[in-house]
């Protein structure tokens, strides 16, 4: 038997509800001192995640030893071509995934948090574009987020493209009653050769930026792995946060290497520092 989504989340508030309290209060100190500190504007900071900051949240990267990749072709599972060929063996991939990710033990990590309270702090001037298709962000309590290669819990009609909600299992029989012929959906997610979500906002914010943040991703895919070129032409600092060098570590003016639970709320907490107290 299914437990409910609404029972399973109060659990999870019970279980964990010391550290969701600390970080509230964390997020309150940071506006607070923020609020009591700045005298200039605030940066504009856009942050670009990749699958590196769900790796300690347990959810698994693509192209690690033990990633994604190695178990699956992404031509058959991250393709429309390979949706055409074998739509039930991508709903299967997906199934799976969109089951684990509801899961008790998958809750968002530090580095979820920290920026967190890296938005709480800036506000507006925050914007967090994701690679992952997880929901660990706003879990965390990022607001102002642009999925660009889509979201695991949501499905998307193959006619209309309308998007809508979706936890359970998607299955080759699920229709769309949003036209006026059932049409069948798909996952809402970006495969390769179609174009990531909002690209229009991701280069008007890069554009703007004072800082540009890549953290967990490895810079084999694009267009994501241009931003930081993109940044740099205009004069954003660029900063790499990641376990090991990425494939673009050379175009980042400052690099952190280390588990993201640790370099994340590392770097953020510097940054509220130095927009608190400048030299
Ligand atoms: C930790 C850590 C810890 C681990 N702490 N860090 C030739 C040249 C240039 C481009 C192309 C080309 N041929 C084709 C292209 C374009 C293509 C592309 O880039 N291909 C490359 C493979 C070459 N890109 C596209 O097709 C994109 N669309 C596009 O370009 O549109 C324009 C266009 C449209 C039409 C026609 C022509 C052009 C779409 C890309 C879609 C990507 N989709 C996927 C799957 C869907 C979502 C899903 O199923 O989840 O998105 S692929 C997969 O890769 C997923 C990810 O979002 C994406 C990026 O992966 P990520 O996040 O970087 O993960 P990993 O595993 O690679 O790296 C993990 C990192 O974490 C590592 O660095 C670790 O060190 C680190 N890490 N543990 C900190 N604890």
Not at 35 to 46: D, E, N, Q, R, Y
Not at 137 to 163: P, T
């Amino acid at each position: 038997m299914r437990v409910p989504r609404r029972r399973l989340r109060l659990a999870r508030y019970k279980k964990h509800r010391r550290q969701i309290h600390q970080r509230f209060r964390q997020h309150l100190f940071a506006l607070d001192r923020l609020c009591a500190h700045t005298s200039g504007p605030l940066p504009k900071v856009v942050v670009l995640t990749g699958a590196g900051i769900s790796a300690e949240s347990g959810i698994r990267t693509f192209r690690a030893s033990d990633g994604l990749w190695e178990e699956h072709h992404l031509e058959d599972v991250a393709t429309p071509e390979g949706f055409a060929r074998d739509p039930q063996r991508v709903q299967d991939f997906y199934n799976e995934r969109r089951r684990q990710l509801q899961q008790p033990e998958i809750q968002p990590n530090p580095a979820h948090f920290a920026l967190a309270k890296l938005e709480a702090a800036l506000g507006e001037n925050f914007l967090l574009i994701t690679q992952n298709i997880d929901d660990l962000h706003e879990r965390a309590g990022n607001h102002n987020i642009i999925h660009m290669h889509g979201e695991l819990l949501k499905v998307r009609c193959c006619d209309s493209g309308q998007v809508l909600n979706w936890t359970g299992d998607l299955t080759v029989d699920d229709r769309c009653y949003c036209c006026q012929f059932p049409a069948a959906l798909r996952p809402h997610v970006v495969w390769f050769g179609e174009m990531p979500l909002q690209m229009g906002d991701i280069y008007q914010a890069l554009s703007e930026a004072d800082y540009f943040v890549a953290i967990g991703t490895s810079g084999h895919v694009y267009p994501a792995a241009g931003f930081v070129q993109e940044a740099a032409s205009r004069g954003v600092k660029t900063v790499e946060l990641n376990l090991e060098p990425s494939q673009t570590e050379s175009e980042f003016n400052e690099k952190h290497y280390g588990p993201a639970s640790e370099v994340v709320p590392a770097w953020v907490d510097g940054l509220l520092q130095k927009i608190a107290y400048p030299a």
